[in-house]
């Protein structure tokens, strides 16, 4: 490859200045015109019958425009599992489910009409954990399951709560088994947390009288909403425009669709009228989705030296209500279900599984965190009952090129072993420091990975025009809510145009202008997105260089660019510059060359395959991201007080795009794990969410997070583009059960759920006493 | 109609005098009846300091003052930050540090910043730590916000 001049280099951001004034524009700033405030009417039992919905008073209540009902919305939602009512439909699932919908012209008179809805309820038994909902009499609370529309990959059993079993089977675990000298057997337990981007969810819609439905939505992916909207609404897609702006965070709880439905009946019946919709705080904590509870017995085979030989990992996920989303995450977590080891045999059976708890949906790491979570703790009890290093026993069986995943996939591009020993080094693994004032000290390691999880024909593509000018604009329809997706492909586009990144334009997505990509999710808009933006630009400059070629009338092999001008390298007179090839693309004689240069170029990975319903086998990820935390802990006996010392996060990107911006993510998605393996956790009280703010519900704040030694690994992705692969999600991964081996290394004391909060930590440090 | 009450007050340097309606917020005004949608909504309870501005110099959550409090008070928002195109030191270290993803906290996190450097000139890690505690970034750029702050009581 020859030397990169843009890609792997720092450059501002793209939205810098706008960020930073005030200027940059959220969808909520774009709800311009005449308004309708909508506010929704929440159900106050977690499972019941709805025997009588009265909105009589409402309707009359001045200022209310009208009030809408289950029964106003013809058809369910869902992206991979349609079992979502906008509203409900005679009967509620959870708690704080909408149950009308009032519309009116402001947003205090809409939330007062509100109040003046009667509800009665016909409560009926609920379940509130997947063990429950499970047992042969459980109350199913999709009676209709066997008749929802799904995606083939997934197996909802009618008659029963669960929503998918995902099946893997590889090699022989009964063998497995029998060849290894010690069996280890644990529970693990993840609790639900939630994203909470600090711009909640919000969307808005206009009906204009040709027909034509605008939406403004916070969704991370535009193109979903605009598909899901156009089969609940039957809706031909050009006659659907889904407008983003920059989002306030997303996290994977803004993928799909959800509100952006729930607005569009309101503004068929308001032509005109922008039909808004905000979630407060409580609202978007309590009626988004939530990361699945995850319920997991794991069972290891592993011989003396070391050598885990057989795996059997049992997953139980806490669906929620509805799991239109949950049931991929559950997919996922089971085809990577050795995380990032290689192990021969494997049996793994995921559940997801509907209950009246909160609707369970994708997360930064889409199930990782959780499954790997009980991965890295088993690691931990092997090494103990081995008496062998825990470094040595990741090591031993630690992915490098060649292995095979889980679901037999073969991995290549993997220096899991870099990572995992740049971590250690960094926190001076193995030498035990003493702790002061009677505190204690420990460390702990953990090793990650994740593929982008997503259908094998999710696709994307990228359109760049280039200016008379010689300045050009980029046309994607990925989003930006911070992962500085518009300066990494200003940079891949700049790298091969040679335009310098500030004469390139790219905008947030608009389906009307900018063409397709999938979602933004997974970690793969830089891969995926980033793939489609160098065809483009190739095929762009493929245009400059045939347009020079007439214009100078010099072969096109003959021709050069160095950034500035296109040349003969036999005859440096012969030149042109960008400008004028774009611009006239004449000859003197007045005669026309070529129009203007529009580059395209779309991507759709080759790699993937489907997997074998039964034994789960095949190609799940289009490519896998390791990478490794390390975590120096000091825990106070006397009040289980866990302070982190020292944090340290590798990951291996292939190639950084934009090295300071891909440490932004590594120090985020350390700090989110971080977050999670000491303060969150979502409380439920028979499906009542009682943590709804951020004074019960604690985030990492500036004065609680530590400073952490970030690490961009880079050994080149083949299929990427410049060697790339992506890693918004991954840093999380390994924080949770990093923090948790060096609290146990600290305190002798086992983990097998977190947040260590100082409670769990006392309670677990004095029960062993 | 809600009752109202006229105000008087300057907002980013300008003298302004506006109806405002009785128990109206100050994040509502500011976005609604100024525009000035710099200032950013995240919880409306006073927990995550995205709605952070400056009155009479202090900084506070403007969704936990009410409108008709403005009257007779200079109001500071993050448009006024940059002034005569020349963005301030600490935008500019809040760019050379990237110390931002979204960019939602971005406003407050700044106007919090702008308090504390007229307060400390050379602030500490535990002076920064403490004066933006109250600003939450779920994107977690503490690191680089915390260098940020440094390097622009630096310049």
């Known amino acids: 490859m020859t030397e990169l001049k843009c890609v792997g280099t720092t450059v501002a951001r793209k939205d810098a200045i706008e960020k930073v004034t005030g200027a940059?524009?959220?969808?909520?700033?774009?709800?311009?015109?005449?308004?309708?405030?909508?506010?929704?009417?929440?159900?106050?039992?977690?499972?019941?019958?709805?025997?009588?919905?009265?909105?009589?008073?409402?309707?009359?209540?001045?200022?209310?425009?009208?009030?809408?009902?289950?029964k106003d919305y013809k058809s369910k939602i869902g992206l991979y599992l349609v079992d979502r009512d906008f509203i409900a439909i005679d009967k509620v699932r959870y708690w704080g489910e909408p149950v009308a919908l009032v519309v009116a012209v402001s947003e205090k008179i809409a939330a007062e009409a509100v109040e003046l809805i009667d509800v009665e309820y016909e409560e009926l038994p609920g379940v509130f954990d997947p063990f429950e909902a499970l047992k042969p009499d459980a109350p199913i609370i999709h009676e209709n399951l066997g008749s929802y529309e799904v995606v083939p990959i997934f197996y909802p059993q009618e008659g029963t709560n669960i929503a998918n079993h995902f099946k893997l089977r590889k090699g022989d675990t009964d063998q497995g088994f029998a060849e290894a000298d010690l069996i280890i057997e644990k529970e693990y337990y993840v609790p639900q947390m939630q994203h909470v981007p600090i711009e909640t969810h919000k969307a808005a819609a206009h009906w204009s009288p040709d027909g034509k439905l605008t939406v403004w939505s916070t969704a991370q992916s535009p193109n979903v909403?605009?598909?899901?909207?156009?089969?609940?609404?039957?809706?031909?897609?050009?006659?659907?425009?889904?407008?983003?702006?920059?989002?306030?965070?997303?996290?994977?709880?803004?993928?799909?669709?959800?509100?952006?439905?729930?607005?569009?009946?309101?503004?068929?019946?308001?032509?005109?009228?922008?039909?808004?919709?905000?979630?407060?705080r409580e609202e978007d904590m309590q009626g988004t989705f939530t990361r699945q509870a995850m319920y997991a017995t794991l069972k290891t085979g592993v011989k003396i030296n070391g050598k885990i030989t057989a795996l059997e990992y049992k997953m139980i996920w806490d669906g929620g209500a509805y799991t239109e989303y949950g049931v991929n995450i559950v997919r996922s977590a089971g085809y990577s279900s050795t995380g990032a080891y290689e192990i021969p045999n494997v049996k793994t059976d995921s559940y997801c599984v509907y209950t009246n708890n909160s609707i369970g949906g994708p997360v930064r790491g889409f199930g990782m965190c959780e499954m790997q979570w009980g991965i890295e703790r088993h690691m931990e009890y092997i090494a103990k009952e081995l008496k062998m290093d825990p470094l040595e026993i990741r090591l031993i069986n630690g992915m490098k090129n060649g292995s095979t995943t889980a679901a037999g996939q073969v991995?290549?591009?993997?220096?899991?072993?870099?990572?995992?020993?740049?971590?250690?080094?960094?926190?001076?693994?193995?030498?035990?420091?003493?702790g002061s004032n009677g505190k204690l000290?420990?460390?702990?390691?953990?090793?990650?990975?994740?593929?982008?999880?997503?259908?094998?024909?999710?696709?994307?593509?990228?359109?760049?025009?280039?200016?008379e000018d010689g300045t050009a604009h980029i046309m994607v329809g990925a989003t930006e809510m911070g992962q500085g997706m518009l300066t990494a492909m200003s940079q891949i586009a700049s790298e091969i145009l040679h335009i310098p990144v500030e004469k390139i334009d790219i905008k947030v997505p608009d389906t009307d202008f900018t063409p397709y990509e999938w979602q933004s999710v997974g970690s793969r808009i830089t891969y995926t997105c980033g793939t489609s933006v160098k065809r483009a630009a190739e095929d762009a400059l493929g245009q400059i260089y045939r347009a020079a070629s007439d214009l100078l009338q010099v072969p096109?092999?003959?021709?050069?660019?160095?950034?500035?001008?296109?040349?003969?390298?036999?005859?440096?007179?012969?030149?042109?510059?960008?400008?004028?090839?774009?611009?006239?693309?004449?000859?003197?004689?007045?005669?026309?060359?070529?129009?203007?240069?529009?580059?395209?170029g779309s991507f759709i990975p080759s790699n993937m395959t489907n997997l074998d319903p039964e034994t789960g086998q095949g190609n799940p990820g289009m490519f896998y991201c390791f990478g490794a935390t390390g975590a120096e802990v000091e825990v106070d006996p006397e009040t289980g007080v866990v302070t982190v010392l020292q944090l340290a996060s590798s990951i291996d990107a292939g190639k950084a795009v934009n090295p300071q911006l891909c440490k932004c993510q590594l120090h985020g998605g350390t700090i989110m794990g971080l977050s999670t393996a000491l303060y969150e956790e979502v409380k439920f009280d028979k499906g009542v969410m009682l943590n709804r703010n951020f004074t019960d519900y604690k985030i990492s704040s500036i004065d609680n997070t530590p400073h952490i030694d970030s690490f961009i690994i880079e050994t080149p992705e083949t299929k990427g583009p410049f060697g790339v692969r992506g890693i918004g999600e991954q840093p999380m991964i390994g924080v949770a059960p990093a923090i948790a081996n060096a609290v146990s290394d600290a305190l002798g004391v086992e983990f097998n759920t977190f947040p260590l909060t100082p409670e769990r930590v006392w309670k677990t440090l004095h029960e062993k006493k | 109609m809600a009752e109202c009450v006229k105000i008087s007050f300057t907002v980013n340097g300008e003298q302004e005098t506006r109806d405002a309606a009785v128990g109206q917020t100050l994040l509502s005004f500011i976005r609604d009846e100024l525009h000035l949608t710099g200032t950013k909504s995240g919880c409306e309870i006073g927990e995550c300091g995205a709605c952070t501005v400056l009155l009479n110099g202090k900084p506070v959550n403007s969704c936990l003052v009410l409108a008709v409090e403005l009257d007779g008070k200079d109001l500071v928002t993050i448009e006024a930050i940059a002034k005569d195109g020349k963005l301030d030191k600490i935008q500019q270290s809040f760019i050379d540090h990237a110390a931002f993803q979204c960019g939602y906290c971005t406003p407050g996190m700044i106007i919090s910043t702008k308090a504390l450097l007229e307060r400390k000139e050379n602030p500490t890690d535990d002076d920064i730590n403490e004066a933006l505690s109250g600003n939450l970034c779920r994107c977690g750029a503490y690191q680089e916000i915390r260098a940020a702050v440094k390097d622009a009581a630096k310049k």
């Not at chain 1, 524009?25 to 709805?50: C, N, Q, W």
């Not at chain 1, 889904?242 to 607005?263: P, R, T, W, Y």
């Not at chain 1, 503004?267 to 407060?280: D, E, H, M, S, T």
């Not at chain 1, 460390?443 to 200016?467: E, F, M, Y």
């Open chain 1, 225 to 280: 909403v605009r598909q899901l909207l156009a089969k609940s609404f039957e809706l031909p897609m050009h006659k659907i425009r889904v407008i983003s702006s920059f989002i306030g965070g997303g996290f994977g709880g803004k993928a799909g669709a959800g509100l952006e439905g729930l607005v569009v009946p309101v503004a068929q019946k308001f032509p005109g009228y922008v039909a808004r919709i905000v979630l407060n």
């Open chain 1, 24 to 70: 940059a524009e959220y969808i909520e700033d774009r709800f311009l015109g005449p308004l309708l405030y909508l506010k929704m009417k929440k159900s106050t039992v977690a499972h019941g019958k709805i025997k009588k919905l009265d909105i009589s008073r409402a309707l009359e209540y001045p200022g209310v425009k009208t009030v809408l009902t289950g």
């Open chain 1, 411 to 434: 991995v290549e591009d993997v220096d899991f072993k870099k990572c995992i020993e740049t971590v250690a080094d960094q926190i001076k693994w193995g030498k035990k420091e003493p």
């Open chain 1, 556 to 600: 096109q092999e003959e021709l050069t660019f160095d950034g500035k001008m296109i040349y003969s390298t036999k005859d440096a007179n012969k030149k042109a510059t960008i400008a004028e090839v774009a611009d006239s693309c004449k000859k003197c004689t007045g005669e026309g060359i070529a129009g203007p240069i529009i580059g395209r």
């Open chain 1, 441 to 467: 000290r420990g460390k702990g390691i953990s090793g990650l990975v994740k593929c982008p999880a997503q259908p094998s024909n999710a696709s994307s593509s990228a359109i760049i025009r280039i200016n």
